[in-house]
């Protein structure tokens, strides 16, 4: 096993192995926590980020590879504490609450869903899309984004605002949350 503490530590939801691992969102000790595991023990990554802290930013990454015994990893990652934890937010962490990544992490979905006209940092083809998460809600993003229709539009909003991005109406608000948990 592997741990690393601080502002550049990578995202397990970085990796792109779709079909190999299942991704939980989960509280440890009242910390929002991704955890990712391999569908096969043994055969893959089994590792935690706790993406933010209430008072730094900085991430923390525990990792192994190819270990069997999942569920001792998982009572392992529910055990680790922090200055800011809270014991009492820790529900059990079980193999069936885990789902599978089909269409892999944020990072992938950005790719296949937005990079053709969308950067993180600067305007491309369409705008910054961390100005815009900055000022927009996510469920104003879920439905601009699937239901464009369903937006009452201030009559001094620009046309860019209201046209320029592809409406994609199949992507899910959970893709949509992922897309948005890798832009931040």
């Not at 397990?12 to 569908?39: F, M, Q, S, W």
């Amino acid at each position: 096993m592997n741990f690393n503490l601080g502002l550049y530590s990578r995202s397990v939801c970085d990796n792109d192995e779709p079909n190999k691992h299942k991704l939980k969102r989960d509280t440890v000790n009242g910390l929002i926590a991704y955890i990712v595991i391999p569908v096969v023990a043994g055969q893959g990554r089994i590792e935690m980020s706790i993406e933010s802290f209430k008072n730094r930013e900085q991430r923390f990454i525990i990792s192994g590879r190819d270990i069997i015994y999942t569920d001792t990893i998982l009572d392992i990652f529910k055990s680790i504490m922090f200055s800011e934890s809270d014991e009492t937010q820790n529900p059990l962490l079980t193999y069936d609450k885990f789902n599978l990544i089909p269409d892999g992490s944020g990072r992938s979905l950005f790719r296949n869903y937005c990079a053709s006209c969308h950067q993180r940092h600067m305007d491309f083809i369409g705008p910054n899309l961390q100005n815009i998460l900055s000022t927009r809600s996510m469920d104003w993003v879920f439905k601009y984004i699937t239901d464009r229709k369903s937006i009452v539009f201030k009559k001094k909003s620009s046309k860019k605002e209201q046209l320029r991005c592809i409406e994609n109406p199949s992507l899910s608000k959970e893709y949509i949350e992922r897309i948005i948990e890798y832009l931040n």
